[in-house]
């Protein structure tokens, strides 16, 4: 049997996700510190300890998924598949923290089960995308695949977290579209989702508020969401300099969430121009180098994992800054290795790993758009 060739991991999309990481930890800290005195008793290092930590797990993680070939977790998906939708059933059944129930709390962590389907379902569709098309495959299989997608975003749907089930689907689709699926057939799936989300919104009432009140904020902005208007002005006090880190004032309680969803707005105000533009380089050495991760990849598979993979990094962290500066209505995603949170990063660092694990064995070149029927 031909021995696969090996090649060193791409060390520079190692660097910048290193390079993210330590922006998250000195952010967290920066941002936190206030709150952490206020709800720990003078325990102003808690959330920057914590985060500290999962740093260190994350990047063990990493290390971990570039070294197990990526390939050998095909042996696995559906048993992986089937524990990530059972995590996402008892996660409702989980108490409900800021009105969802997202998270299943360990005691020393919390665990928040859609973070682990969103790289679950990308690895499901990369195993069913990649199969040898020279084979005719039986129908069954393709509507398995259908219906453990549908049963786990129709779960995440209900914690509530509509903000996953976006990037989701935009992976998703964007994943058909790049397997030379019919445009045909990616339009009429875009459209079926833009249908689910309009139903999930307007008619069972999901984040109707939200979305009404941004509605308005465009016409006012004086009627915006208190949160989203406080980041705006943060955000535009950081000048093109910012105002020093540690410095900022954005953490005394001005902007709630400001260590978590919101922690862009609190680095623009102390890293100003200069390092949100630094911060926008690094997420697009990743999806830069993603891309060229994939491309370069040694099969079919390695192609989809890496394009999806890359995809549900570069959406998550868009949508995030998106809120942030008001471009869309506030979601709840985190900014994958910056945001406080143990298993966003986790699992963010993992995905990143196994992307490490399809740089080392790469081939040549795989097209985009391969005819898929």
């Given at each position: 049997?031909?021995?696969?060739?090996?090649h060193?991991?791409?060390?520079?999309?190692?660097?910048?996700?290193?390079?993210?990481?330590?922006?998250?930890?000195?952010?967290v800290?920066?941002?936190?510190?206030?709150?952490?005195?206020?709800?720990?008793?003078?325990?102003?290092?808690?959330?920057?300890?914590?985060?500290?930590?999962?740093?260190?797990?994350?990047?063990?993680?990493?290390?971990?998924?570039a070294?197990?070939?990526?390939?050998?977790?095909?042996?696995?998906?559906w048993?992986?598949?089937?524990?990530?939708?059972?995590?996402?059933?008892i996660?409702?059944?989980?108490?409900?923290?800021?009105?969802?129930?997202?998270?299943?709390?360990?005691g020393?962590?919390?665990?928040?089960?859609?973070?682990?389907?969103?790289?679950?379902?990308?690895?499901?569709?990369?195993?069913?995308?990649?199969?040898?098309?020279?084979?005719?495959?039986?129908?069954?299989?393709?509507?398995?695949?259908?219906?453990?997608?549908?049963?786990?975003m129709?779960?995440?749907?209900?914690?509530?977290?509509?903000?996953?089930?976006?990037?989701?689907?935009?992976?998703?689709v964007?994943?058909?579209?790049?397997?030379?699926?019919?445009?045909?057939?990616?339009?009429?799936?875009?459209?079926?989702?833009?249908?689910?989300?309009?139903?999930?919104?307007?008619l069972?009432?999901?984040?109707?508020?939200?979305?009404?009140?941004?509605?308005?904020?465009?016409?006012?902005?004086?009627?915006?969401?208190?949160q989203?208007?406080?980041?705006?002005?943060?955000?535009?006090?950081?000048g093109?300099f910012?105002?020093?880190?540690?410095?900022?004032?954005a953490?005394l309680?001005?902007?709630?969430?400001?260590?978590?969803?919101?922690?862009?707005?609190n680095?623009?105000?102390?890293?100003?121009?200069?390092?949100?533009?630094?911060?926008?380089?690094?997420?697009?050495?990743?999806?830069?180098?993603?891309?060229?991760v994939?491309v370069g990849s040694?099969?079919?598979?390695?192609?989809?994992?890496?394009?999806?993979?890359?995809m549900?990094?570069?959406?998550?962290?868009?949508?995030?800054?998106?809120?942030?500066?008001?471009?869309?209505?506030?979601?709840?995603?985190?900014?994958?290795?910056?945001?406080?949170?143990?298993?966003?990063?986790?699992?963010?660092?993992?995905?990143v790993?196994?992307?490490?694990?399809?740089?080392?064995?790469?081939?040549?070149?795989?097209?985009?758009?391969?005819?898929?029927?």
């Amino acid at each position: 049997m031909k021995r696969k060739r090996r090649h060193g991991v791409d060390l520079v999309l190692y660097t910048a996700v290193l390079l993210l990481m330590t922006v998250g930890i000195v952010e967290v800290y920066s941002s936190s510190v206030f709150l952490a005195d206020q709800k720990f008793a003078g325990e102003h290092t808690h959330f920057f300890m914590r985060q500290l930590t999962f740093s260190g797990l994350s990047l063990l993680a990493m290390l971990i998924f570039a070294a197990v070939p990526y390939d050998w977790f095909r042996k696995i998906i559906w048993a992986a598949v089937s524990v990530s939708i059972a995590l996402l059933g008892i996660v409702l059944l989980m108490p409900k923290i800021n009105d969802a129930s997202r998270w299943i709390v360990l005691g020393f962590m919390s665990l928040q089960p859609s973070e682990i389907f969103k790289y679950i379902v990308i690895y499901l569709m990369a195993h069913h995308l990649a199969r040898d098309q020279r084979k005719k495959q039986p129908a069954w299989q393709s509507h398995l695949v259908m219906a453990a997608v549908i049963i786990g975003m129709g779960l995440i749907v209900v914690e509530p977290d509509l903000g996953t089930v976006l990037v989701v689907a935009a992976v998703l689709v964007g994943m058909a579209f790049v397997a030379g699926f019919r445009l045909r057939k990616v339009a009429f799936g875009a459209a079926a989702l833009a249908a689910l989300s309009y139903v999930t919104v307007f008619l069972f009432g999901y984040k109707k508020g939200r979305i009404l009140e941004y509605v308005e904020s465009l016409k006012d902005p004086l009627n915006g969401a208190y949160q989203v208007k406080q980041s705006i002005l943060y955000i535009g006090s950081g000048g093109f300099f910012g105002k020093g880190i540690g410095r900022g004032s954005a953490k005394l309680f001005f902007v709630p969430e400001v260590h978590t969803d919101f922690i862009f707005a609190n680095f623009a105000e102390e890293g100003g121009f200069i390092w949100v533009t630094i911060l926008l380089v690094l997420f697009a050495v990743v999806f830069w180098r993603g891309l060229r991760v994939a491309v370069g990849s040694q099969d079919r598979f390695g192609f989809f994992l890496g394009f999806g993979i890359t995809m549900a990094l570069t959406v998550s962290a868009l949508i995030n800054i998106a809120v942030t500066v008001s471009l869309i209505p506030t979601t709840g995603m985190p900014l994958p290795f910056v945001s406080y949170g143990g298993t966003s990063l986790l699992i963010s660092a993992s995905a990143v790993g196994m992307l490490l694990n399809i740089s080392r064995r790469k081939k040549g070149k795989t097209l985009f758009f391969e005819r898929h029927e």
